[in-house]
């Protein structure tokens, strides 16, 4: 009876781990065939108009990512990465125009933008990071509005006239093409560091304080270092973008740089998506950028795009809460395991010993309420 | 036996409310000890003033003669307590594996290797890859008993692990401190269920009100008159001499 127990499990096992390689070669296939899209995307689609659209669904999609490295993972839901994302355009610009740095050149400035998003994130963080949530939301929105205020204000920022790139020595017809290189670059570069950190530890920390902080304190996470770390990578990240942004778009303007509907736009691109995951903010990216895009081309009510966001919001938070991708995820799950019993998440590869007396017990939930 | 952990006239209030008056305890290095009293007397405080979840008005902790006073969470648990909670706190969107690799000092094969070690020693290992949110509240009391171990504590602080879960598993918990006691570990446990204090810890301090009013062997504290008071107010306890069977 045992020996036939073990086999049982062994074939299990077996079957499972079967099934773990082939999704791994189909996820492997498929990240294949999307990389040989996008790369082949301008060929194919070579209108300025559609590779415009591709090269802001790009800038978004590097954003929002580095966005959720933090506020995703960690539950930290930032308003103020304009901050970020308007420094870096800011520090290109001013660097450019201080330095005469011209022709492509410029792009040498980018890390600059990079450390610059990193020493602004620091004392920002270590400030926000202090309190919990709700009160962070709050402390971040106020930051976006000093720095815009700043930006408004400060004469080596141009005041509301703002900055202008340097000349791009590039044909018009290839200007976008370059641009849809690099903003993939940022994009691939920025989800592979996503996808890393969700894997190693210290995003299992993250995830940690984003379910129970208190708790993860209590098992030597080092909360505010651990924060701390994610959020300036994820300011690193969201200025250098901000940086490419400014070169592709050749000005800033304090509203434009430190746009308020840029961190909506990031925290609707993620819950659409699914906030947390590596899939869901890009997804929610490659929707809501050129939609917002089209809207506001198509209809010169600049007011309708953001009307729409608000709506599409709404509709996300009662009907899909988690997300598109998780969703799905479940769907899936859910039709492949139609008509088998019903064995949860529980992995059925198992050697340990049976289960304690408890396993048929009522849930937690009911239990809590003894 | 030598005092591993102590502490030293802790107080601890909360506007009004003394949590803890002049709270003095010791717990012998080796040994199962119960913290035992009426709902209020400060068991769950003294906890968390212990763990650095809550800050000491005055008075000092010590751990293995090293002050630990007020200091943070994560540098309590790097200096080897390790503490579960009345109701469980899980990272329920992690798995169960998830779960006790945020409590291991390193990451790693080592790491996976012993982490599933300690959740086939408390017996969930099977549920290793399921999100710790489906899991039962049994299920939960012995993943947080796992996530403690796995980074190898000197002292474990077990708040009510029999509460809320049916004998069996009562039978089961009991075992496996009882086996971590043999190798060594140190324990203090609060709970209210008295036969399983009685039957497990070698000494039993009682609070009430904030403050100590007996501490010994249990066969001593079951019939200690000052427990008597504490359970049942002066009145009643010259009627009842086993105080815990009520509780």
Redesign the interface.
């Known amino acids: 009876m045992k020996a036939d127990t073990v086999k049982a499990e062994e074939a299990t096992a077996r079957t499972r781990a079967a099934s773990v390689s082939r999704q791994r070669v189909v996820a492997g296939l498929a990240l294949i065939v999307l990389a040989v899209a996008a790369i082949e995307f301008p060929l194919v689609f070579s209108s300025p108009v559609v590779t415009n659209y591709a090269i802001y669904a790009l800038i978004f999609v590097a954003a929002v990512s580095a966005w959720n490295l933090f506020s995703g993972f960690s539950g930290y839901i930032s308003l103020g990465h304009a901050v970020f994302f308007g420094s870096g355009a800011y520090t290109v610009g001013i660097a450019a125009r201080d330095w005469h740095v011209n022709g492509v050149a410029v792009f040498a400035l980018l890390p600059l933008a990079a450390a610059v998003g990193a020493v602004i994130a620091v004392p920002f963080g270590l400030v926000a990071l202090r309190v919990r949530r709700h009160t962070f939301i709050v402390i971040t929105i106020a930051v976006f509005f000093i720095f815009q205020l700043m930006a408004y204000n400060f004469s080596f920022t141009g005041g509301s006239v703002g900055v202008s790139a340097p000349f791009l020595p590039w044909s018009p017809t290839s200007f976008n093409d370059h641009f849809y290189y690099i903003t993939l670059a940022c994009a691939a570069g920025t989800i592979v560091i996503a996808f890393l950190i969700r894997r190693a530890r210290f995003g299992l920390q993250l995830r940690a304080i984003r379910d129970d902080e208190d708790r993860a304190r209590g098992l030597g996470v080092h909360a505010m270092r651990v924060k701390l770390s994610a959020f300036v990578l994820s300011g690193t990240i969201t200025a250098l973008v901000g940086g490419v942004w400014f070169l592709y778009l050749t000005q800033v303007q304090p509203p434009s740089g430190f746009d308020p509907l840029f961190d909506l736009s990031l925290v609707l691109m993620a819950f659409l998506g699914g906030l947390g995951t590596i899939a869901g903010p890009v997804l929610g990216a490659l929707i809501i950028e050129p939609g917002q895009l089209y809207l506001t081309i198509k209809y010169t009510n600049g007011y309708l795009s953001e009307i729409l966001l608000g709506v599409l919001f709404l509709v996300i938070v009662l009907f899909v809460p988690r997300g598109l991708v998780p969703t799905a995820g479940e769907w899936i799950r859910r039709l492949r395991t139609r008509g088998r019993p019903a064995s949860g998440t529980v992995s059925p590869a198992t050697s340990a010993p049976p289960a304690p007396p408890e396993a048929s017990e009522a849930p937690a939930r009911e239990a809590r309420t003894t | 036996m030598t005092a591993l952990l102590r502490t030293e006239g802790v107080r601890k209030a909360y506007g009004g409310v003394h949590a803890l008056d002049s709270c003095t305890v010791e717990i012998d290095e080796g040994s199962v000890a119960g913290l035992i009293g009426p709902n209020g007397s400060g068991k769950t405080t003294l906890f968390n003033v212990i763990?650095?979840?809550a800050k000491a008005d005055a008075g000092q902790v010590y751990l293995a003669d090293k002050r630990i006073t007020n200091i943070?969470?994560?540098k309590?648990?790097?200096h080897g307590i390790?503490?579960t909670?009345q109701?469980?706190?899980?990272?329920?969107?992690?798995t169960v594996l998830?779960?006790m690799?945020?409590?291991s000092?390193h990451?790693g094969a080592a790491a996976r290797s012993r982490a599933m070690e300690q959740?086939?020693f408390?017996?969930?290992?099977?549920?290793?890859?399921?999100?710790a949110g489906?899991?039962?509240?049994?299920?939960?009391k012995?993943l947080e008993l796992a996530?403690?171990l796995v980074?190898d504590p000197a002292v474990i602080l077990l708040d009510e692990p029999a509460g809320?879960?049916?004998l069996?598993?009562v039978n089961?918990i009991t075992d496996r401190i009882r086996e971590l006691n043999a190798a060594g570990k140190t324990f203090l446990i609060v709970e209210h269920n008295m036969e399983f204090v009685m039957g497990l810890c070698d000494r039993v301090t009682v609070l009430d009100s904030g403050a100590v009013v007996a501490a010994g062997p249990p066969a001593i504290i079951r019939t200690d008159r000052r427990v008597l008071n504490a359970y049942l107010g002066d009145d009643l306890a010259d009627d009842d001499p086993h105080p815990g069977e009520q509780a």
């Open positions: 763990t650095g979840y943070a969470p994560e309590v648990f790097a390790g503490r909670f109701l469980t706190r899980i990272f329920a969107s992690l998830e779960n690799l945020v409590a000092k990451g959740l086939e408390v017996g969930i290992a099977g549920h290793h890859a399921a999100l489906t899991l039962s509240y049994g299920q939960r012995l996530y403690v980074s809320g879960v049916n069996s598993l089961h």
